[in-house]
């Protein structure tokens, strides 16, 4: 019988039946929210948490510190939690109440600040002192490694290899990283394309980074193309998923679904695949859905 850790990973993808703007183009989403803990991070917490224990960077009272706009600290409580591992979690004090509480729900510390840029600033603070350790997601191999090893070989093998265009947001920007990585390996002419919020949008799990906080996971040169995405886009996408196509999840995923519909509308024919980031539930406490 699996555990829950064996549990992560395998999500489904789901056809678009309803609001794809092209007959000749198939546009999948990638269910992330299927995973245990609710969202596409829980591939990079667990990778990240297990491959330091392999190493010996996490040992016996080791506490783990990290900062979080939400679903990779809840992530990483969850595989805390497993890991018998304390944690203290840093979030800026916008984040919705639902994610406070989950995190708290699975043992973990969560410390609210201002903002991401000040609980990253924390987070490495505290984490270079004795008995702490900075899980780092912006600057560890091990979070887009996740996605090389598992997400990628997924959409490839359920697509049968006849994938053409990636979609993603960039957050931490772990999962096109490493989606990007595997997949120009099997063929190079797929179209890794991003996402990212216009000047002055706001959509939890999207970041236009200042530059000196832009992760350096983060390379370029994997991303053919960048979309520019409104707020007010992401959200009416996030609805619209919900209402036709029976899929709940947050803003992020609705971001990327409006640029992968985006892309359908350009080209004569392709296979795309978004990642649908999380499930809607964590957003209850918004205006997402109001």
Request: hydrophobic share 40%; aromatic share 6%.
């Amino acid at each position: 019988m699996a555990g829950i850790i064996d549990l992560v990973g395998n999500t489904p993808l789901a056809e678009l039946k309803n609001i794809n703007p092209n007959p000749n183009v198939k546009i999948y989403a990638k269910l992330e929210g299927n995973n245990p803990g609710g969202s596409v991070k829980d591939r990079p917490a667990l990778n990240m948490i297990r491959s330091a224990i392999e190493r010996g960077d996490i040992k016996p009272g080791t506490k783990l510190i990290e900062a979080t706009s939400g679903n990779t600290g809840i992530a990483l409580a969850m595989m805390a939690s497993l890991y018998h591992i304390d944690i203290e979690l840093v979030m800026p004090s916008n984040s919705t109440r639902e994610r406070t509480l989950i995190m708290e729900a699975f043992g973990a510390k969560v410390t609210l600040l201002d903002d991401i840029e000040k609980c990253r600033d924390y987070a490495e603070e505290k984490g270079a002192t004795k008995g702490f350790y900075l899980m780092n997601q912006f600057a560890n191999p091990d979070n887009y490694m996740a996605h090389y090893k598992t997400t990628g070989p997924e959409i490839w093998k359920d697509t049968e290899g006849k994938i053409t265009h990636f979609v993603s947001s960039m957050g931490t920007t772990g999962t096109i990283m490493g989606n990007s990585r595997y997949l120009k390996e099997k063929n190079a002419d797929i179209q890794i394309v991003g996402c990212q919020p216009v000047e002055g949008s706001s959509i939890p799990g999207i970041r236009r980074w200042p530059e000196a906080y832009l992760p350096k996971i983060f390379d370029a040169t994997r991303v053919d193309r960048t979309i520019d995405i409104s707020e007010a886009d992401a959200t009416a996408m996030t609805r619209l998923l919900a209402k036709k196509e029976g899929i709940f999840a947050g803003m992020s995923s609705g971001g990327a679904c409006a640029a992968a519909l985006q892309v359908a509308r350009e080209i004569e024919h392709g296979v795309i695949v978004f990642i649908a980031c999380d499930r809607g539930d964590r957003y209850l406490s918004s205006n997402l859905f109001g």
